[in-house]
């Protein structure tokens, strides 16, 4: 019963370092995302795999990179962390429209 | 262009008294419509949503909330809230389609605080 996985839940990063950000689902879903959520934003979306093989970009996408890895893993990348990438980082996955989205439990990063 | 707007984002109210936490959005096409809860530091979970049909929709914990197509409007109420459902609530609008991406945009929360 574990739905969506997200490693890690906390991260500090200095300005310039890079990271993974790993998301795994057990749902067999084809669709995943990713969010960033910050205060007074609501969440905003990064990248987004609608099926294996396939990524596109969000409304946020400059300075990520992701990976569809395979139908269950779909990662983000930072390459260079800047301070305005702290955030809390929300994978989700969805099969249809009308499911709505289940979420992992999300990272919460730092960049100083 | 899709939006949603959730205009209050706190709401304080007392243990055992009513709630509405609005929402309204802007579509020029035909959405599906999403009520999600995010309890503190954990991730957000679907606590209803409205397809087709039935205009009021409800939930397991008591919740419901009525799609009003003339206002375009989704607001949430629960006629008697517990201390538990102290959360952050995020309206949100899906694209209806069949394949591919539909696009979602989440409106930018409602923090419900019962105060004991």
């Known amino acids: 019963n574990a739905g969506v996985t997200q490693t890690p839940k906390f991260q500090v990063l200095k300005t310039g370092q890079s990271m993974t950000l790993q998301c795994a689902q057990d749902m067999n879903h084809n669709s995943m995302y990713w969010y960033r959520q910050d205060p007074g934003m609501g969440l905003r979306l990064i990248y987004y795999?609608?099926?294996?093989?396939?990524?596109d970009k969000g409304e946020v996408p400059n300075g990520y990179n992701v990976s569809r890895l395979n139908k269950r893993e779909f990662s983000l990348r930072l390459e260079s962390a800047a301070p305005s990438q702290t955030s809390v980082y929300f994978c989700?996955?969805?099969?249809?429209?009308?499911?709505?989205?289940?979420f992992g439990s999300g990272t919460r990063l730092t960049v100083v | 262009a899709q939006s949603v707007t959730q205009l209050d984002s706190q709401v304080p109210v007392f243990e055992e008294a009513p709630v509405e936490l609005r929402c309204n959005y802007s579509?020029?096409?035909?959405?599906?419509l999403f009520w999600y809860v995010q309890y503190p530091n954990q991730g957000l979970q679907l606590l209803l949503k409205?397809?087709?049909?039935?205009?009021l929709v409800k939930s397991i914990n008591g919740f419901e909330a009525e799609f009003n197509k003339s206002q375009t409007s989704f607001h949430l109420r629960k006629p008697s809230v517990h201390i538990s459902d102290t959360a952050e609530y995020f309206c949100a609008v899906s694209d209806v389609g069949a394949g591919g991406y539909q696009k979602v945009t989440f409106g930018t929360g409602t923090k419900l605080q019962v105060i004991p």
């Open positions: 989700a996955s969805r099969d249809r429209a009308y499911y709505g989205y289940t």
């Open positions: 795999s609608a099926s294996e093989g396939t990524t």
């Open positions: 409205y397809l087709s049909g039935s205009t």
């Open positions: 579509s020029s096409v035909s959405v599906y």
